[in-house]
């Protein structure tokens, strides 16, 4: 098994399309004749402008509420609109050369589900697992029924469904709650899968545990990488960079292996820039994900300062799930400062696309101060991060690295070459060296 070529190069514009464009919560519920998934694509040059290759999607397929309570997943949800939506989505993304990953949860359905209903009728069980009180749940929640991931029909199922919107032109998927799905049932499914599409990517959700062991085990490609995402803002947050260092360290042993799928949000955790305690290190975030390796994710609106706090209580994702508007000029009173952060940070990647396998090693390390060279055989980049009231000095010819020359940062960066740099208090800076 080897990833597809052309992740190498993808970033990803991750949206949750239920929220994006006001189909969920929504009282009353939009119906199929309003064609609200079609609002996603005219977003998509936003994407492109960003500097993203690709649009990750939450949940298209028929639920009962927020996407992960699946009841048909060969259907379109009708609050999105129909098939001829996602086809005019496919058609707009493949118009301007980007990738669609959809977002599979194939853990747990909807009560709803069609197999489902038949069993509580009285008809075949045999496609969900049991607990101890009728049928095993997701977690507790009572309107999400697990799986019987061991029924070769179910096996069999999962691999249809993936087929069917692979050849609808989809070109990979999030797997949701992989977690706590059998790695054999992923390792029995996904080469199937790969068969009719070996370029195909397929990102499993895991919050914690062995990634290493996982990915092996499942045949993943990637899976989502929480621990760099906890240690970036609370290392910020809490000024101990040697969390950071820390996570780095095992990130390197993660990318000996698969490149893990990197964010400083997405549609389950607080905003970015909610969850940092002081908005001047939003920047020191961005210059982590996107120069060290891994396959980066910019959640929708986090590039333009989007503020939402996840709390754990019913609707407690709202917030972090708003509606967009129509179309992205209607958004021009937004963060346009970190906009342009986030295009200069990706345009700066794609110039060094061997970042993508890139390892990290520490220069500089306190409390509150950080420069680490990120490398390969193919080129070398110096990051310093700064969280002290004091400056941070580089004095690059003493650590026997010549000169460098500061091609982002949060300062106004010297135009030439030079043998030490200074970083404010609460800045960063990239260099190449």
């Not at 490609?221 to 803002?233: F, G, H, I």
């Amino acid at each position: 098994m080897s990833t597809p070529g052309w992740v190498e190069h993808a970033i990803w514009w991750q949206v949750y399309p239920l929220g994006f464009v006001g189909a969920f919560p929504a009282d009353p519920a939009p119906t199929a004749d309003e064609h609200r998934l079609r609002r996603v694509a005219e977003w998509f040059d936003h994407a492109l402008e960003l500097g993203a290759s690709g649009v990750a999607l939450g949940p298209v397929f028929a639920s009962q509420t927020h996407g992960y309570d699946t009841t048909d997943h060969y259907a379109v949800d009708p609050r999105l609109g129909d098939d001829a939506d996602f086809d005019h989505l496919v058609e707009q993304a493949r118009s301007r050369g980007l990738r669609l990953l959809l977002d599979g949860v194939f853990n747990h359905v909807g009560t709803e589900f069609g197999r489902h209903q038949e069993a509580l009728a009285g008809g075949d069980d045999s496609w969900f697992r049991k607990g101890r009180n009728g049928f095993a749940t997701f977690e507790g929640h009572g309107g999400l029924i697990t799986l019987n991931h061991r029924n070769p029909e179910v096996v069999d199922y999962v691999v249809d469904v993936m087929l069917h919107w692979l050849r609808r032109g989809a070109d990979g998927w999030r797997l949701d709650a992989a977690y706590a799905v059998p790695d054999e049932f992923w390792a029995t499914v996904l080469p199937r899968v790969r068969a009719e599409f070996p370029e195909a990517w397929f990102v499993g959700e895991v919050i914690h545990g062995d990634y290493v062991g996982t990915v092996a085990a499942s045949t993943f490609d990637s899976v989502t990488q929480y621990e760099l995402w906890k240690a970036m803002w609370s290392s910020l947050n809490d000024v101990n960079f040697h969390e950071l260092d820390h996570a780095l360290g095992r990130h390197d042993t993660f990318l000996e292996t698969f490149a893990p799928l990197t964010f400083v949000g997405n549609h389950d955790v607080t905003r970015i820039a909610s969850q940092l305690t002081d908005e001047r290190h939003v920047g020191h975030a961005l210059a982590v994900l996107l120069t060290v390796g891994g396959t980066p994710s910019v959640y929708a609106g986090d590039e333009w300062a989007y503020r939402g706090v996840k709390e754990e209580r019913v609707g407690g994702d709202d917030a972090v799930r708003p509606e967009f508007p129509t179309h992205p000029g209607e958004s021009e009173h937004l963060g346009h400062d970190t906009f342009r952060l986030h295009q200069h940070l990706i345009g700066l990647r794609r110039r060094h696309p061997w970042l993508y396998r890139a390892r990290t090693s520490a220069l500089h390390l306190t409390n509150g101060q950080y420069v680490y060279r990120t490398f390969s055989a193919e080129g070398t980049l110096l990051v310093a991060l700064n969280v002290d009231d004091a400056p941070l000095r580089m004095p690059l010819a003493e650590w026997g690295l010549g000169s460098g020359r500061v091609v982002a940062g949060s300062g106004a960066p010297p135009e030439d070459d030079v043998d030490a740099v200074d970083v404010e208090p609460h800045g960063w800076a990239v260099l190449t060296v």
